[in-house]
Structure formats: structure tokens, C-alpha cells
């Protein structure tokens, strides 16, 4: 009878862990950075729908769609997308990870509050193209989200990316999510984001989930 019970609780935690990695979320962040590449600081929403199967990340200038098995970019600026799978990008993400090297992150005992969540400032230095790179990180932990939420588009694109999982890694480490990140290159600004909600939802809302429609293929 022992035994029955405990493969009955075996049993339980397995279907309860398989519930909790199947949730569906939503998240609504802020970022302020110079996308245009004219020198000035841009502010805009970027929303991101996260389930096991999918992520979807939007911003009033494109739609990108992100699976088990390839990454698609809308320019909803121009109605064009392009489509590429893991292998075709390996390149480009491998350029992408030669960039980045030395990367550390040190937590300082200073606290501060983001939104609803108390968090915890981590120092986060790198090398990026042979430029010094430093990030204030605010870090929360007891969010009630998964460590990895916000970086599991990365974890799919980046898989053969050694020093970006070095990177992911140590910050999954620390137990929490970074709800705050401020990015310096040479002492200057050159980005932040904060987040700004972050939700369970039931599932993602068909007119996201439904790829833009009478957009023309980018020509390589």
C-alpha cells in the first residue's frame, strides 16, 4: 500500500511539473534605445507571449515569431518577413556570440523596488567587440515565473552559442528575473528596459498567434 502511495505522489508532481512548464505568459516591457542608429534614444512597448511551443515578440515596428524549429521577422513598417531556420541563422548567431567574451556578474548589496517586485542590483560586466561593456541588472526573485522566462527565445536561437549560454546561465543562477537592465558601452547609456507586466495568461490570443498575412519576402 506504501508503495502504491508513493507512486501515486510520483505520479501527482509529475502531471503538477508538467502543468507549470505548460502555462502560457505575457509580458510587457519597455525599452529605451537608439534603434535607428541616428544617436537618439527611442522609447517604445515590446510585448512577449511565451507558451512551450511558441514565442511571439511585438513592437509597433515588427512581429517576430519564434519556434522549435525556425525564427520568422515581420517588418510590419514595410509589410516584408523573412524566415530562416536554426541551421540557416547558425552563422549569424555564431558572429553574434564571437562578439561577446569575459562576461561576469557580481551582486551588490544594494536593493531597489521595480514595479511590484523587490529586487536585488547585480553588476554584469563583458567584452563586446573589444569594447567594455557593463549592466546594471535589477534582479527579483519570488516573482512566481519561471528563472528562464525571459530568455528562453535565447536559449532556442542560441543553443551552439557558447558564450551567450555562459551569460543566460549565470543569470539563471541567481534564482531570479531581471526586471530592470540598464547597458553601458563606454560609460555611455546605450539601452534599458524594464518590465512592466508580466502574467499568466489561458493562451495567446488567436490575432497574435496567426502569422501576418500579404506580407512580400525580404530578397536576400
Do not use: C, H
Request: cysteine-free; overall charge positive.
Amino acid at each position: 500500500m506504501g508503495n502504491l502511495k508513493k507512486s501515486a505522489l510520483m505520479i501527482a508532481v509529475l502531471v503538477m511539473t508538467a502543468f507549470v512548464f505548460s502555462k502560457n505568459y505575457y509580458v510587457k516591457q519597455i525599452l529605451i534605445a537608439d534603434a535607428n542608429g541616428d544617436g537618439k534614444m527611442d522609447t517604445t512597448y515590446q510585448e512577449t507571449y511565451i507558451s512551450d511551443e511558441l514565442i511571439i515578440i511585438s513592437d509597433e515596428f515588427s512581429r517576430s515569431y519564434i519556434d522549435n524549429e525556425s525564427f520568422t521577422f515581420y517588418n510590419t513598417s514595410d509589410s516584408s518577413y523573412f524566415k530562416k531556420t536554426y541551421k540557416e541563422l547558425e552563422e549569424v548567431m555564431n558572429s553574434t556570440d564571437s562578439q561577446l567574451s569575459n562576461f561576469e556578474l557580481t551582486k551588490t548589496a544594494e536593493t531597489k523596488k521595480i514595479g511590484p517586485w523587490q529586487a536585488a542590483k547585480y553588476l554584469g560586466k563583458a567584452k563586446v567587440m573589444d569594447m567594455e561593456m557593463s549592466l546594471d541588472m535589477y534582479i527579483a526573485k519570488d516573482t512566481g515565473f519561471p528563472v528562464d522566462l525571459m530568455i528562453r527565445q535565447q536559449d532556442k536561437m542560441q543553443k551552439k552559442s557558447k558564450n551567450i549560454k555562459i551569460m543566460t546561465d549565470k543569470i539563471k543562477a541567481t534564482g531570479g528575473i531581471v526586471v530592470k537592465e540598464v547597458a553601458r558601452i563606454g560609460g555611455e547609456v546605450v539601452s534599458e528596459k524594464e518590465i512592466k507586466t508580466m502574467k499568466v495568461i489561458d493562451k495567446i490570443e488567436s490575432k497574435m498567434a496567426q502569422r501576418p498575412k500579404g506580407f512580400k519576402e525580404m530578397k536576400k
